[in-house]
């Protein structure tokens, strides 16, 4: 991804959410290619799930320790409005 958009001459600003414990290989790459990071720690969700199919709420939730009342896949828009 960030290799195709800077490919396309794109130089702007490339804010990406990442492992809290990348390889060093990823994290050069994306030094190299000017890319803003910052680490998501994944931790303990007080967000449950009861939208499943038996009623029963959903135990496999993966949430960040920012925003841990927000399954990760809506926790990423507040984390990208603090990165901002």
Known sequence: FVGSLRATGY????I???ASDPPSDVTDYLQK??????????????YFNYTT???IP?????????YPDYK????????ARDWL
């Open 58 to 66: 959903s135990t496999d939730q993966v949430c960040s320790t920012d």
């Open 33 to 46: 290619q000017n890319v803003i990071t910052h680490p998501v720690e994944i931790g303990t969700c007080t």
């Open 11 to 14: 130089n702007g600003h490339i």
């Open 53 to 55: 199919v038996d009623g």
């Open 72 to 79: 990760i896949q809506w926790g990423r828009f507040p984390m």
């Open 16 to 18: 990406l959410g990442i």
